[in-house]
Each structure stands twice: as C-alpha cells, then as structure tokens.
C-alpha cells in the first residue's frame, strides 16, 4: 500500500528530524503526516498533525508557513462544518499572512473566506470577500503578465545584443581579412618592383660588361693590326 509506505517513511524522517532537532524538517513532515490522514477522512489525526506542524512554525517563526498551517486548520474545520472555528483559523492565518508580506497568501485566504461565509448564508461578507479575492487575483495575473513581459523583451534584448555582437565580429574578420588582402597585395608589388630593380640592374650591369669587353677586343685587334 503507497499510503502506509509513505506513512512509514514519513515516521522515520520524523524520528531522524528530531535526533538532530531540525524543526523545520519536524514541522514539514507534520504537515505531511497530516495531508496524509486527510486524504484517508481521518480528520481528527489530521488535525492533531495540522496542529503541530502551525506550532512549530510558529515557534521557528516561519510566517508563511504558519498562515498555510493555519489555513489548512481553516479548511478541515470546514469539512468538520465547524464554520465559526474555521474563520477563526482563517483570521489567524492572515494574521500571520501579513506578517510574511505574502500577497498570494492573502489571495488564498480571502478565497476560502468568501467560502466559508457563502456556506454560513452570510452573502455580504461572502461577496465582500469575494470581491477581495478577486482584486487581488486580477492584481497577481498582471504583476505575472508584467514579469512574463520584462523576461520576454529582456530575452529579445539580448539576442539582439548577441545579433549585434555576431555582426560586428564578421565586420571585424572582414575587415582584417580585406587588411590582410591588401597587404599581400602590397608585398608582391613591393617584391615585383624589386625584382624588376634587379633584372634591370643585371641586364645593365651585363650590357656594360660586354660593352667593356667589346672596347677591349677593338682595342687589341688595333694593336695587333700596326
């Protein structure tokens, strides 16, 4: 069975939270314990697990989860259609809603309020608190859409940034391919010039030797021919 399994590992992390007093672990396995017993219709165990778990947040001052304990008591006093107790347990869970600035709890609250009241016959309060709940539902969906909005246009942003940068290092290796293009130009020009140079300078230094050697001949041929 998954639920005794559970029921057994829950025991047990229970037993290893409290050997090394982790009081947030020990809360969190109550609240467990007592999801647990509320899924089989055993109330009244879940409420004693319920119980325990708010207490300890209260004791680690864990605020938000002591408005969750306490809405969950709410809640179970409901099924229990123990109305009245069921809005105390509500009050006290926004109490401490209020003091962890949680919104999105107090959004839950005023829900189960309008709940509650509506089941009590006690229509104004029931639409009054509707009424909250669904201003605050409206002002959460926006902030959301806002959020969901800044992430998209931050995201566009910087692929655009990235579309930039990619473009300009193609520019940049462009650039230094054409600044490489040109400057091999420039050194076989540079290179065929010298090379010209050079030719010119042999063919002249040539052209003045056999220019010499010529002169020579004629001069001896003249001395042999007196």
């Known amino acids: 069975n998954k639920r005794e399994l559970a029921s057994e590992s829950y025991y047990k992390a229970l037993k290893e939270f409290s050997e090394t007093n982790n009081k947030r672990g020990i809360m969190q396995t109550y609240t467990n314990l007592a999801t647990l017993f509320a899924a089989e219709d055993d109330l009244a165990q879940s409420q004693v697990y319920m119980e325990k778990s708010k207490n300890m947040a209260v004791e680690i001052k864990d605020n938000f989860n002591a408005s969750l304990a306490y809405s969950n008591l709410g809640a179970l006093m409901a099924m229990k259609h123990k109305l009245d107790s069921g809005i105390y347990f509500l009050d006290s869970s926004m109490y401490y809603a209020n003091l962890a600035k949680s919104v999105r709890r107090k959004e839950d609250i005023y829900r189960d309020l309008a709940s509650i009241y509506s089941e009590k016959k006690d229509f104004k309060r029931a639409f009054e608190f509707s009424a909250k ?6 002002s ?5 859409n806002s959020e969901k909005f800044a992430k998209a ?27 490489s293009q040109k400057k091999f130009f420039i050194y076989v020009l540079i290179l065929g010039v010298l090379a010209a140079v050079l030719a010119i300078f042999i063919l002249f230094s040539r052209y003045t030797q056999k220019k010499n050697d010529n002169s020579i001949l004629e001069h001896s041929n003249a001395l042999i021919s007196h």
């Open 140 to 144: 959460l969906s926006k902030a959301d």
């Open 153 to 179: 246009e931050h995201k566009y942003q910087s692929l655009e940034k990235e579309k930039e940068l990619l473009l300009a290092k193609k520019n940049q290796e462009i650039s230094e391919l054409e600044n």
């Open 133 to 138: 709940h669904q201003q605050l539902f409206d």
